[in-house]
């Protein structure tokens, strides 16, 4: 199986932009559906993004426009371009594998469920 590692959270002002990566070992990306969630304390954690080996993505309504998912499979890397940040966006980010038919529909691509690769997440703070 895959073993996934986050990097390039931080803490950044509202308005400002950060790259998250999620870099892939052991198994080719190309191999799952990708997806990026998050998880405020207190809250649920959701999904915010996902890729499929083919390039087609999926976003949550509440990021649509401000952030973009993509791959880079020569680097066997994910990443999550967040632009326009809000507070609303202050979370722990999560990538996350899965089998390839998990991003046939949108709704399950952004579903927690079909996901059973995680990395260990790490932390978005957006200052008002």
């Known amino acids: 199986d895959v073993q996934l590692v986050e990097s390039g959270g931080g803490s950044v002002q509202a308005g400002g932009s950060l790259r998250l990566s999620c870099a892939a070992s052991g198994n080719r990306l190309s191999s799952y559906c990708m997806g990026w969630f998050r998880q405020a304390p207190g809250k649920e954690r959701e999904g915010v993004a996902a890729?499929?080996?083919?390039?087609?993505?999926s976003y949550a309504d509440s990021v649509k426009g401000r952030f973009t998912i993509s791959q880079d499979s020569a680097k066997n890397t994910l990443y999550l371009q967040m632009d326009s940040l809000k507070p609303e966006d202050t979370a722990m980010y999560y990538c996350a594998a899965g089998p390839a038919a998990t991003c046939m529909y949108s709704t399950q691509a952004l579903g927690v469920i079909d996901y059973n690769i995680w990395g260990q997440g790490t932390q978005v703070t957006v200052s008002s």
């Open positions: 890729i499929d080996s083919g390039g087609s993505t």
